[in-house]
């Protein structure tokens, strides 16, 4: 698995935290759950056109995005496919977390 971070050089730093990227991701797992991080980001699938978010309550139903979603604080975990549930496998990601000071 590959997997880079960068922080950004001023002004953009002034607005965003880090950007990171991981390619061949092979998880065993074909769910995942993302636990609350307090902060905002910004979610691109660079392979498909679509990210995919489970019903906490139905697990087989799902809500589909477009390959970029803006993912603000939460207060409760979701469950998204992994890479490994929709192929290709290792989808390429890409995010970057907004500043908290910026996003107020």
């Not at 092979?26 to 392979?47: A, F, K, Q, W």
């Not at 975990?77 to 907004?98: E, H, K, L, N, Q």
């Amino acid at each position: 698995m590959r997997f880079r971070s960068y922080v950004p050089a001023p002004p953009l730093a002034a607005f965003v935290e880090d950007f990171w990227l991981y390619e061949d991701y092979r998880p065993r797992h074909l769910m995942e759950r993302i636990l609350p991080s307090g902060t905002t980001e910004l979610v691109i699938n660079l392979r498909e056109d679509e990210l995919r978010i489970y019903d906490r309550v139905r697990p087989g139903t799902c809500e589909r995005f477009s390959g970029a979603v803006v993912s603000t604080s939460r207060t409760s975990s979701v469950t998204s496919s992994s890479s490994r549930a929709s192929p290709p496998p290792s989808s390429p990601g890409i995010s970057t977390t907004c500043r908290a000071e910026a996003c107020t």
